[in-house]
């Protein structure tokens, strides 16, 4: 984690907003500062900031290889469109349906790893820009990172040049969210409303999963939830549970419905009792607003919430992740199913080996039997396809027909198990394939 230097001491407000005015800037003006070959550090979704992208965009003509560096780009930005790549190329951690098109036209690039390491790889590479949207400057001078603290501290505290987008839209957030008027080098301002992600639509079979995952969950537990409409249905079941805590990479809307239920109420925590650990808010304008100087919310950097040793540390951890496909060992493909290298792994395995290293935690995946009428539990994964998580980090699987748990299994008890939860149409050829990988008799 980084920390930030305290600002300096007893400055009045006059000072602070001279301050304020010398370094405010056009976006135009702010992105002047960038040059070929720089390496460019955005924070994802609704912190991305939407004009100094556009106006960097505007000066393709004047540069080539810039880099930039993000996770989960929501927004259809100029930078990313074909014959943009002699000028910028987008670096990936964890991609969004906004890029995967250039990464599979070799436009943009993915780098895998696990995200609670992604700043340490910030602070090894050369960061000449960090461009990032926050929330108003208080009476201290201070500003802060709202819905992105994830790397978003680290590739602010370690830039030659930190320049800052304003806007009041963005929630202030409590925790180790904030930055200094004296840290900044250019400030723009913006009052352009945060990009919103809906909750997603819950389906019959995602309800049915739902229920499954109820009966895992037990009332006490910490919960982490990925994002998708497998993890709103396990919110709308989890409504009925009491004295749930929250310790998450993400935020969303569905945090908000649990806390209003009262089914989360982070009492029962048995650290940072009382509060919701998170690093990112993906969601819309009601989550923003909820969190919005509410102490009720503790940010940290991705090095924090999404370190295992320190998932661990919470009793009663309960991760939940979707993964695309599961073979009967249990090596579940969360990326590319098959050899088109295009996503990242995400949080899930942090959280899923954080969870199973918590006293009483669990670390569920869950996944639709099939798709388009193609089994997702498979005899093995297709050649080429990146086991996401091991057969080791896989302790239950929830799909709409049951759960299986897999930790302390058998190879032949965990393929009889996977069979067992899978499509009644798929069942009998995985059992033949099970037989004739000499999995089973």
């Known amino acids: 984690m980084v920390w930030f230097k305290a600002g300096p001491l007893f400055e009045d407000s006059e000072k602070l907003m001279s301050m304020y005015r010398e370094k405010c800037v056009t976006a135009e003006e702010a992105v002047a500062v960038i040059s070929s070959g720089d390496n460019i550090v955005v924070p994802p979704g609704a912190a991305e900031p939407e004009i100094l992208m556009e106006a960097l965009a505007n000066r393709r003509g004047e540069l080539k290889d810039v880099r930039i560096h993000q ?67 208080d009476e201290h001078g201070y500003f802060s990172f709202g819905v992105s603290v994830d790397y978003t501290i680290a590739a602010a505290g370690c830039a030659k040049k930190v320049i800052l987008l304003v806007n009041p839209n963005m929630p202030r957030t409590m925790g180790y969210s904030f930055i200094h008027i004296s840290q900044a080098d250019l400030i723009v301002e913006d009052q352009s409303p945060l990009l919103e992600v809906k909750k997603p639509e819950v389906s019959k079979i995602d309800q049915r999963i739902g229920d499954y995952l109820c009966e895992l969950v037990d009332d006490g537990s910490t919960i982490q939830l990925g994002l998708g409409s497998v993890a709103n249905a396990a919110a709308q079941c989890l409504s009925v549970k009491k004295g749930l805590g929250v310790h998450s990479h993400f935020i969303t809307d569905v945090i908000v419905d649990l806390v209003d239920c009262g ?3 982070n009492r029962r925590k048995n650290i940072h009792q009382g509060k919701i650990i998170c690093s990112s808010a993906v969601g819309t304008k009601r989550l923003y607003q909820f969190m919005n100087n509410n102490p009720l919310f503790e940010m940290h950097s991705v090095s924090y919430t999404n370190d295992p040793m320190i998932i661990a540390k919470n009793n009663n951890m309960v991760a939940i992740n979707s993964v695309d496909e599961i073979d009967l060992l249990g090596q579940c493909a969360s990326e590319p199913v098959g050899p088109k290298l295009y996503s990242g792994t995400g ?30 539990i498979v005899p093995m994964l297709e050649s080429g396809s990146v086991v996401s998580l091991s057969k080791n980090d896989v302790d239950y699987v929830v799909t709409e027909y049951g759960f299986a748990k897999l930790r302390g299994k058998t190879y032949r008890q965990r393929a009889e198990a996977l069979i067992a939860i899978a499509h009644p149409d798929h069942r009998d050829g995985l059992a033949e394939a099970a037989k004739k990988f000499g999995l089973t008799r």
């Open 71 to 137: 996770m989960l780009p929501l927004r259809e930005a100029s930078y990313l469109k074909p014959g943009m790549e002699r000028h910028f190329r987008h670096v990936s951690w964890l991609t969004s349906s906004v890029v995967k098109r250039g990464v599979k036209e070799g436009r943009a690039g993915v780098m895998p790893g696990y995200l609670y390491e992604y700043p340490r790889f910030i602070r090894e590479m050369e960061v000449d820009v960090f461009m990032g949207t926050v929330s108003p400057m």
């Open 263 to 265: 089914a989360v109420t």
């Open 347 to 376: 949080e899930q395995v942090d959280f899923a080996r954080g969870a199973m290293n918590s006293i009483n935690g669990k670390s569920i995946v869950v996944l639709h039997s099939t798709h388009k009428g193609r089994t997702k």
